[in-house]
């Protein structure tokens, strides 16, 4: 059975995320900014997709109450945010995951209530023919009992842009007071890139959107290298939004980790470390720069300490000193 780690006030608190200054990339002209994800409930950018396409599929009556069972492959925020708030609303939720992604993302999931499937992908699930054994698993599952399961499909599904250009793009364009220059995230499905893009060029078609994707053969959980894997449909139907792309080595974003938490007191996750390496490589002298940190740094200890990113007592002490973690209990 489900463990009730959460209740429902907390669905009302996904979005509304902090936009915090970084020093150490900010100077004379020129501001940057971390839009911090991990203050969703559930502790990442993926809380809002998860929210938006459960709500849609309530919305077209395919969800039914404590009967439908949701099923999503996953390298693992989707899975978090999933099984959290479908936990809420009564829904039980299967969860296919890489087993590279990290053991504390498995554990939280299970402690969610989710049912695991673990398949010998790569970090992420890759879209494209025969590389894609996660996503293979979840639609033949959901397709076997299409009266019990709905997978929501994150990598094609609409409500993943649409809770982005309603709500992240907004905010951005609101907390940085139609100021922002240039946008930057990593890349996963395409829905947080387009849907915040989407709605920033709307409101200034000068605003620059910059991707940023890992080296291929990556460690960084939750986006995608374009070489080893097919572009999601998704980020197709919009990737004309994406003005410039910088590739980031494994080594810097883990040495973005510790430069953040040295520098700007912050402990964040690795794909928060690329966005920043690629912030860094930016070199403005003017202007406002906008990077999304999708997740903070508490889940993935094994992963700082097997990299040689923090020893275990650095960890901790990270842990301790780092400014702005949200009091999500179950990290
Ligand atoms: C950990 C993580 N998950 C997901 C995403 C983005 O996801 P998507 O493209 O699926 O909206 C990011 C983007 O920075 C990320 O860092």
Same mark, same amino acid.
């Given at each position: 059975?489900?463990?009730?780690?959460?209740?429902?006030?907390?669905?009302?608190?996904?979005?509304?995320?902090?936009?915090?200054? +970084?020093?150490?990339?900010?100077?004379?002209?020129?501001?940057?900014?971390?839009?911090?994800?991990?203050?969703?409930?559930?502790?990442?950018?993926?809380? &809002?997709?998860?929210?938006?396409? %459960?709500?849609?599929?309530?919305?077209?009556?395919? +969800?039914?109450?404590?009967?439908? %069972?949701?099923?999503?492959?996953?390298?693992?925020?989707?899975?978090?945010?999933?099984?959290?708030?479908?936990?809420? +609303?009564?829904?039980?939720?299967?969860?296919?995951?890489?087993?590279?992604?990290?053991?504390?993302?498995?554990?939280?999931?299970?402690?969610?209530?989710?049912?695991?499937?673990?398949?010998?992908?790569?970090?992420?699930?890759?879209?494209?023919?025969?590389?894609?054994?996660? %996503?293979?698993?979840?639609?033949?599952?959901?397709?076997? &009992?299409?009266?019990?399961?709905?997978?929501?499909?994150?990598?094609?599904?609409?409500?993943?842009?649409?809770?982005?250009?309603?709500?992240?793009?907004?905010?951005?364009?609101?907390?940085?007071?139609?100021?922002?220059?240039?946008?930057?995230?990593?890349?996963?499905?395409?829905?947080?890139?387009?849907?915040?893009?989407?709605?920033?060029?709307?409101?200034?078609?000068?605003?620059?959107?910059?991707?940023?994707?890992?080296?291929?053969?990556?460690? %960084?959980?939750?986006?995608?290298?374009?070489?080893?894997?097919?572009?999601?449909?998704?980020?197709?139907? &919009?990737?004309?939004?994406?003005?410039?792309?910088?590739?980031?080595?494994?080594?810097?974003?883990?040495?973005?980790?510790?430069?953040?938490?040295?520098?700007?007191?912050?402990?964040?996750?690795?794909?928060?470390?690329?966005?920043?390496?690629?912030?860094?490589?930016?070199?403005?002298?003017?202007?406002?720069?906008?990077?999304?940190?999708?997740?903070?740094?508490?889940?993935?200890?094994?992963?700082?300490?097997?990299?040689?990113?923090?020893?275990?007592?650095?960890?901790?002490?990270?842990?301790?000193?780092?400014?702005?973690?949200?009091?999500?209990?179950?990290?």
């Amino acid at each position: 059975m489900a463990t009730k780690v959460v209740d429902d006030k907390l669905l009302k608190k996904i979005g509304n995320t902090p936009l915090v200054r +970084l020093d150490s990339l900010s100077s004379g002209l020129a501001n940057a900014y971390a839009k911090l994800e991990s203050h969703n409930p559930f502790g990442s950018v993926k809380d &809002r997709a998860a929210y938006w396409m %459960i709500k849609d599929g309530e919305e077209r009556g395919i +969800l039914k109450k404590n009967e439908s %069972i949701i099923i999503e492959p996953t390298s693992g925020n989707t899975g978090i945010a999933l099984a959290g708030i479908a936990n809420l +609303l009564g829904y039980k939720v299967e969860i296919v995951i890489p087993e590279k992604a990290s053991e504390e993302t498995k554990k939280v999931i299970e402690s969610l209530g989710a049912k695991l499937y673990q398949t010998s992908d790569d970090l992420c699930p890759k879209v494209g023919a025969g590389t894609d054994q996660s %996503i293979a698993l979840a639609r033949a599952i959901s397709q076997a &009992r299409p009266d019990l399961y709905y997978m929501p499909n994150q990598y094609e599904n609409e409500a993943n842009f649409m809770g982005h250009y309603k709500g992240t793009g907004p905010e951005i364009w609101k907390q940085t007071e139609g100021k922002i220059t240039h946008f930057l995230t990593g890349v996963g499905t395409g829905g947080t890139i387009t849907g915040i893009s989407a709605y920033l060029k709307e409101q200034n078609p000068e605003v620059k959107t910059i991707a940023v994707q890992p080296q291929q053969n990556h460690l %960084i959980q939750g986006l995608r290298n374009f070489v080893e894997s097919d572009k999601p449909v998704l980020f197709k139907k &919009r990737e004309n939004l994406v003005d410039d792309w910088m590739t980031i080595t494994n080594e810097e974003s883990f040495a973005s980790v510790v430069r953040i938490f040295e520098k700007d007191r912050l402990l964040v996750g690795p794909s928060s470390g690329a966005v920043y390496a690629a912030m860094e490589k930016l070199k403005i002298d003017k202007g406002c720069v906008v990077g999304i940190f999708a997740d903070d740094g508490r889940k993935f200890k094994s992963l700082y300490v097997q990299q040689k990113v923090f020893t275990d007592e650095q960890f901790e002490k990270a842990l301790k000193e780092s400014k702005y973690l949200s009091d999500i209990s179950f990290l």
